[in-house]
């Protein structure tokens, strides 16, 4: 079976597990690093053929075989499914490579380049085609904000954590019982 190699497009990335010796081990002890990469599809054009091509050289152009994308209906997009038990390697948006002390964190919504190989597969009466994972190259990292920042919000006139606090008045609306009829 034919193994090909691969580079993606820059796309975004949804529900990574791409931070050093943290791989996702929610079913499988040993863990994956592993991302979904959203491209448009017009970016997508040179992966799906890449993946048909190993498809059909591996498999013929009739069998049933499974492809490690779907296209979201909402948006178009097509969404890559691509993994490794083994960590990959990092880059910067230069391609430098990046120490693995140093790799910024990668939520959902980090711009993203892709490597690795495209590999057939056969598991008894199941085949198909994986992308496996070799090195990403962080373009654009989105790390989790766990409270530290503004979030998606803009300052508003309001409540303020540490402001003077105010003894709470009575409002006729809400001692009334029959409001609260539960």
Do not use: C
């Not at 050093?20 to 992966?47: H, Q, T, W």
């Not at 954590?161 to 105010?166: K, L, T």
């Amino acid at each position: 079976m034919s193994k090909v190699k691969f580079v993606t497009p820059s796309g975004i990335a949804s529900y990574p597990w791409l931070q050093p010796n943290r791989p996702d081990i929610a079913f499988d002890p040993e863990g994956k690093y592993k991302v979904n990469l959203k491209l448009s599809p017009e970016d997508s054009k040179v992966m799906t053929s890449l993946i048909d091509q190993v498809k059909s050289e591996n498999f013929g152009a009739k069998d049933n075989v499974h492809t490690p994308y779907s296209v979201d209906e909402e948006t178009g997009e097509y969404v890559f499914k691509i993994q490794s038990k083994y960590q990959p390697k990092y880059f910067d948006s230069k391609g430098n490579p990046i120490p693995v002390e140093k790799v910024p964190p990668m939520f959902s919504g980090s711009e993203l380049r892709v490597s690795g190989q495209v590999d057939p597969y056969t598991n008894g009466a199941k085949k198909g085609v994986s992308l496996r994972l070799a090195n990403v190259q962080v373009i654009n990292p989105v790390a989790g904000d766990n409270g530290g920042g503004a979030g998606d919000f803009d300052a508003v006139e309001g409540y303020e954590v540490g402001a003077v606090s105010v003894a709470p008045t009575s409002n006729s609306d809400f001692d009334n019982d029959e409001l609260h009829d539960f």
